[in-house]
C-alpha cells in the first residue's frame, strides 16, 4: 500500500476515534482498558501522543525509565492519562488531524497499526464496536510479524499458519489459524481475539 493511503487511514482511524471518544461518560472515560494497568483516557491520551512526541522529551523518559522501553511506554502514557481531561484529549485528536509527525525511528505503518489496535483496547472492554478496515489491518500485520520488537509476534506464533478468511493475507507455517483480519491483528499483537474464529484445532 502505498504511503500517501496509509496515512489516509491513520487519519480516518483518529478522526473516528475522536467521535467515540467525544461521547463517552466520566466513567467510561475511568475505565479499564484491555490494556493492563491503562484506562480508557490513558490509552486515548496514548494514541494521540505520537504526532506530539519530541527527541528530547523521549530521552529524557527512556533515562527515568532507565532504558527500558516498555516501562517508558507504560509510565509515559500514565502520566499523559492523568494530565488531561477527556476533553482535552479529543482537542488534541482535533488539532493533530492530518498531521504527518511519528516518533523518531518508526514508520509510517506504526501510527497505523497503533491507532488500529488501540481503538479495540478502548471500544472492546466498553462494549462497543468500532469495524477495522480489513485493507488497513492488513498492513498493520504485516508489520507486526515483520518486526521482532516489542511483539514477538513470530516468537510467540512459532507453529502456527494465519489465514485471514476476509482478505488475501497469510503467514507462518503449520497448524492453521482462520479468522477476520482484525482478529488475527490483534492475536499478533498479543491480545486475545473474540472467539469464535479458528478452524477449530488451531489453538490446541
Sequence with gaps: METGQIWRYVDAERAALADLLEGLS????????????WTVRDVAAHVISSPQARVLPVLAGMIRARGNFNRFVFEETRRLGARYTGEEIVAQYRRFAGSRRRPLGTT??????????????????????????????AVAADRI????????????????????????????????????????????????????????????
Excluded at 466520566?26 to 494497568?37: K, L, N, Y
Excluded at 489496535?117 to 489491518?137: K, N, S, Y
Design 26 to 37: 466520566e466513567a467510561e472515560w475511568g475505565a479499564p482498558s484491555a490494556c493492563p494497568g
Design 145 to 204: 510479524w515483520a518486526k521482532s520488537f516489542p511483539f514477538k509476534a513470530r516468537k510467540r506464533l512459532t507453529g502456527s499458519r494465519l489465514v485471514a478468511t476476509d482478505v488475501d493475507w497469510s503467514v507462518g507455517d503449520g497448524t492453521e489459524i482462520r479468522g477476520p483480519i482484525a482478529e488475527l491483528l490483534l492475536l499478533l499483537s498479543g491480545r486475545e481475539p473474540v472467539r469464535p474464529w479458528t478452524d477449530g484445532a488451531a489453538r490446541g
Design 108 to 137: 509510517v505503518v506504526d501510527p497505523l497499526l497503533d491507532v488500529l489496535i488501540h481503538t479495540q483496547d478502548i471500544v472492546r472492554p466498553l462494549g462497543r464496536t468500532h469495524e477495522m478496515p480489513a485493507e488497513a489491518a
